[in-house]
């Protein structure tokens, strides 16, 4: 009798992992410190962790992963990964695979993407937001040739799994919709009006720097690509993809992660594009991850597109186990 292969593998995103409610930003959409706690006990009893290696291992070689395989990762360099989950993982025995942007683990730079966050969370009034926006685009409207608030309202106000349509439009409006110059004023401008006028020193406070890194990698972690500034990748020309690509090689070699023996890329956002494939095809990358729902397949999905289930897919505290 034939024995059945598993070549299924439950990948699960985290970003923020901190004591919510103690922490400044209980508002922050971020996983409890007891959740995590109790999911890593839930994953032990339940799965069978693996590291990153013997994924790209049985990419590699065809090999079958252990039954309910899975894998940790943990997204954008956040320094919860180091004083919070680090610990708890090392206590485990489990590995944890660290995606940290270049820029603001070595430089030091708020990412838009946080800048967004922390926006929505200390404001705590999505309906402000949305119309200190809207008023800027009205007030801009034809020195950046600016459709009306309406227009952007009917095209990006489409509510996802965690997050109503106001605030997806809040998030578009400053990731994508306007014109780059006159979103970071904004951003910018929401930031200092609603979370701090200092960003350097908030940006000391939220990522890990380059030696929380290197202890990690030392102690069995793995830290992974995810490019440089945290840019929607598909967005940009291929110059742009090959220096967000390189740059984040070097960064990985000089925190000791042994790419030449094989890398894996988390694309920002989730966005990729072929001109992008190509790149990480010819810079050896072993796989990459998405932020696509579901369970992974190695023999049914590209490698470079395996699909991630969210911290909130998987049980929190009251777990039955």
């Not at 965690?162 to 400053?174: C, H, P, Q």
């Not at 890194?213 to 500034?229: A, D, E, N, P």
């Not at 990358?285 to 590209?302: P, Q």
Request: proline residues 5%; aromatic residues 10%; contains cysteine.
């Amino acid at each position: 009798m034939n024995k059945t292969v598993n070549r299924e593998l439950t990948i699960v995103m985290y970003h923020y992992v901190r004591p919510l409610a103690q922490s400044r930003y209980p508002l922050i959409k971020g996983l409890d410190m007891h959740d995590f706690k109790a999911q890593i006990t839930h994953i032990k009893k339940q799965y069978h962790p693996v590291t990153m290696e013997e994924v790209m291992h049985a990419i590699k070689s065809g090999d079958p992963l252990p039954p309910r395989a899975i894998l940790l990762t943990f997204d954008d360099g956040y320094l919860d990964h180091y004083l919070n989950v680090f610990p708890v993982l090392h206590e485990h025995g489990m590995q944890g695979s660290f995606f940290a942007p270049v820029a603001p683990v070595r430089d030091r730079k708020l990412l838009d993407v946080n800048r967004i966050h922390f926006i929505l969370a200390a404001s705590n009034d999505p309906s402000r937001l949305r119309q200190d926006i809207d008023d800027q685009v009205r007030s801009n409207q034809n020195e950046y040739n600016l459709q009306t608030p309406e227009a952007y309202w009917g095209k990006y106000a489409q509510a996802s799994r965690f997050d109503s349509a106001e605030t997806i439009y809040i998030k578009r409006m400053l990731q994508v919709a306007l014109p780059e110059q006159l979103r970071n004023l904004l951003a910018q401008e929401l930031f200092a009006k609603y979370v701090a006028r200092d960003e350097a020193e908030f940006s000391a406070d939220l990522y890990m720097n380059v030696d929380q890194l290197k202890m990690m990698q030392r102690c069995g972690m793995h830290i992974g690509s995810h490019g440089t500034s945290h840019c929607f990748m598909n967005a940009v020309d291929r110059d742009r993809q090959l220096a967000e690509v390189d740059e984040s090689l070097d960064f990985l070699r000089e925190v000791g992660s042994p790419v030449d023996q094989g890398w894996v890329m988390c694309y920002p956002y989730g966005a990729w594009n072929e001109s992008l494939l190509e790149i990480l095809r010819g810079r050896g990358c072993s796989a990459g991850v998405t932020i696509e729902v579901g369970i992974a397949n190695l023999d049914k999905h590209d490698k470079f597109l395996l699909p991630r289930k969210d911290t909130n897919d998987l049980p929190k505290s009251n777990i039955l186990v």
